[in-house]
């Protein structure tokens, strides 16, 4: 008999398995994902009779039977990082928390866990990484820990299991999934196999015993978690901490929830007894803005529920190179390519001979089109030397006809805006006719970058 094969190969996007090697994934159509991993030993199923399979006490529920209603959630006390939860902790839930190395993954969590022994919820924090000791000190920087939070140093899951169901915790931490293995699957810790094994079991430690998991997981140089890509299908909540290595800010963003609503955001500040919510993060995003310089503007973007103003800066220069260079900061290089084809196309501009560099300050990055014409203004003032009213934002998107087109919520931007004084606001002249104008507020209506960079250049 031939002897079975230890190895198959594993999409690490979507997790397929095949015996042999193929360039494309068969599944998700996904060049170059294939990986050879161990396959894990299974014991045989013994072969049942027909008639046993009707024998079990598991039928179908009806739709109609079946309790939606919420349970009660953990409220760790951090308005910015329940926020980003939907509300609280969901007991039984798995949170995978990702980012960069040193970013402040562990230092949040531990903050948390304070928080949550305070109120007398149950903690235990279980680390792969570091001692007992390097913990404690950690922990000293932030405050005094009560007797309801427990450290634990071990990275075999069964021992792990045994000692959550000794402890019964309430919240769990695992720091993180790549240093924990499961004995009976084989390959190193960290590889695809046993951090798909890993969370597996997690998950069913979640969900059958009631306990809220935080899985902790480094991610990638492309910015994703380290492992297959089905790692964030099992969990419920899927959080980034992303910023700088150089900006004291840090964003928690939710890029999938389970029990609440995704995208949302949580801003932070690092300092050196840890991190410290930023409540009103369009303030903090417009310290230091230059005054009465060219390339500055101020647009107002959403994130989840939140509106933040943003401060978009744009460097025009003189190349000094046969290829001008574009520099993309907290944006879509691409988008920017495209609005600098439409700045040259329908306004003239010479932007063909200058270099181009582009900044969302304070760190953020930008996925929504509704920053176009701030974008696209900051530019033009930025090749034609002029300055933009200090009291003046731009909301809008731009077409490749030069058009400024409707974005969603143009009115709760320009309401969070006036909040912070500014009285003058440029957006599509589409979203102009379907809103009521506050009154004390200059807002003009424009139909393409045209008109904008008229009403803002100084006559």
């Known amino acids: 008999m031939a002897k079975a094969k230890e190895t198959a190969f594993f999409c690490s996007e979507c997790g397929y398995e095949s015996p042999k090697w193929s360039g ?10 294939m990986v050879e991993a161990p396959v894990r030993t299974q014991i045989k199923a013994s072969v049942r009779k027909p008639d046993t399979l009707l024998r079990t006490d598991e039928k179908p529920s009806l739709i109609s039977e079946i309790n939606a209603e919420e349970k009660e959630r953990i409220i760790t006390g951090m308005e910015e990082f329940d926020r980003v939860l939907g509300g609280g902790i969901v007991k039984g839930s798995l949170i995978l928390v990702g980012g960069d190395p040193g970013i402040g993954k562990s ?23 570091e001692s007992l000791r390097q913990i404690k000190m950690r922990a000293d920087r932030i405050g005094t820990f009560t007797n309801h939070m427990k450290l634990y140093c071990e990275t075999d899951l069964d021992k792990i299991e045994a000692v959550i169901a000794q402890e019964k915790p309430e919240v769990c931490i695992i720091d993180s999934i790549q240093t924990m293995y499961r004995p009976d699957v084989a390959g190193a810790p960290g590889s695809m196999s046993q951090v798909r094994e890993s969370t597996g079991l997690l998950l069913s430690i979640a969900k059958g015993m009631g306990i809220a998991v935080f899985v902790v997981g480094h ?5 994703v978690v380290a492992g297959p890509r089905m790692l964030e299908h099992m969990v419920d909540t899927v959080l980034y901490f992303e910023g700088e ?14 029990f609440g609503s995704t995208n949302e955001i949580g801003v932070f500040e690092m300092t050196q007894d840890g991190l410290k919510e930023v409540r009103n993060p369009s303030e903090y995003m417009l310290l230091g ?15 989840g529920t939140r509106q933040i103003l943003v401060e978009i800066q744009s460097l025009v220069a003189r190349t000094a190179f046969g290829n001008p260079r574009r520099s993309a900061t907290g944006l879509d290089y691409n988008r920017l390519n495209l609005l ?29 089109t509704a920053l176009d014409l701030a974008i696209v203004i900051a530019m033009a003032s930025g090749i034609m030397d002029f300055a933009v009213p200090q009291d003046l934002i ?6 490749l006809s030069g058009e400024v087109r409707n974005v969603s919520q143009v009115g709760a931007r320009i309401n969070e805006a006036a909040k912070m004084g500014f009285t003058t606001f440029i957006v599509p002249k589409a979203s102009l006719q379907k809103m009521k104008v506050p009154e004390g507020l200059n807002v003009i209506g424009v139909s393409n970058v045209a008109e904008a960079v008229r009403c803002v250049k100084p006559r």
């Open 24 to 33: 494309q994934c068969p599944a998700c159509k996904e060049w170059n994902t």
């Open 245 to 258: 290595a150089q900006s004291p800010y840090r964003v928690l963003r939710g890029v999938k929830n389970r």
């Open 289 to 303: 803005r230059p005054k009465d310089t060219s390339g500055s503007i101020v647009s107002c973007t959403i994130e």
């Open 340 to 368: 600098i084809a439409v700045l040259e196309k329908r306004l003239g501009l010479n932007m063909a001979e200058n270099d181009v560099y582009v900044n969302v300050v304070g760190g953020l990055k930008i996925n929504e």
């Open 394 to 399: 731009a909301i809008g998107e731009v077409g």
């Open 219 to 223: 991610v990638t140089k492309e910015g």
């Open 107 to 129: 230092t949040i969590l531990t903050q948390v866990c304070k928080l949550l022994s305070d109120k007398g919820e149950e903690v235990l924090y279980i680390s792969g990484e």
